[in-house]
T-cell receptor
């Protein structure tokens, strides 16, 4: 079975500060990993995904994530937070031949202070 | 652009009512999904469908059923709504799930309140 744990249900940063949202996964097979963002009153939108190959993945809006197999982690970072980054962020895991199903973490709400 | 639309953004129903939530996608995707989203619990899969008239239970199917008569449309049915079904419901679609998983595309959600 696969699972995802997001450490910290709420993260608050100042504008211009580093954003770090933590995601750890559990999977007995090679994982495919995703980060989604949900702005208020909207559906989820893909930020980035890791499939195979390069472990540092760049996404939209200046976000990136690094797949670390030894640490079973896929943390999301952005060097400088912007007010518009305030949203809820979800990490998800899947694997080959799972019918396209994703297992989502509990979500982390990011607040950005001026 | 892929578009997934849901029939209502907000819905208020009474306990015991039969509730239909409709979802339509315009990208000819084989897979469609229904999730419910609750604070602190993330997204939990209710049902998914990998083809017309094909469906599989997700993690929390109790109290729900689904219908997929056409490829572009996936309906979630609450046979007899209860207050513990008050939640945000999200629909998603993706290309065929054989092989590597593809990105899921989400609708805007329906916030259902059962009183």
């Amino acid at each position: 079975a696969q699972s995802v744990t997001q450490l910290g249900s709420h993260v608050s940063v100042s504008e211009g500060a580093l954003v770090l949202l933590r995601c750890n996964y559990s999977s007995s097979v090679p994982p495919y990993l995703f980060w989604y963002v949900q702005y208020p009153n909207q559906g989820l939108q893909l930020l980035l995904k890791y499939t195979t190959g390069a472990t540092l993945v760049k996404g939209i809006n200046g976000f990136e994530a690094e797949f670390k197999k030894s640490e079973t982690s896929f943390h999301l970072t952005k060097p400088s937070a912007h007010m518009s980054d305030a949203a809820e962020y979800f990490c998800a895991v899947s694997s080959y031949n799972q019918g396209g199903k994703l297992i989502f973490g509990q979500g982390t709400e990011l607040s950005v202070k001026p | 652009d892929v578009k997934v639309t849901q029939s209502s953004r907000y819905l208020v129903k009474r306990t015991g009512e039969k509730v239909f939530l409709e979802c339509v996608q315009d990208m000819d995707h084989e897979n469609m999904f229904w999730y419910r989203q609750d604070p602190g619990l993330g997204l939990r899969l209710i049902y998914f469908s990998y083809d017309v008239k094909m469906k599989e239970k997700g993690d929390i199917p109790e109290g729900y059923s689904v219908s997929r008569e056409k490829k572009e449309r996936f309906s979630l049915i609450l046979e007899s709504a209860s207050t513990n079904q008050t939640s945000m419901y999200l629909c998603a679609s993706s290309p065929s799930g054989r092989g590597p998983p593809y990105e899921q595309y989400f609708g805007p959600g329906t916030r259902l309140t059962v009183t």
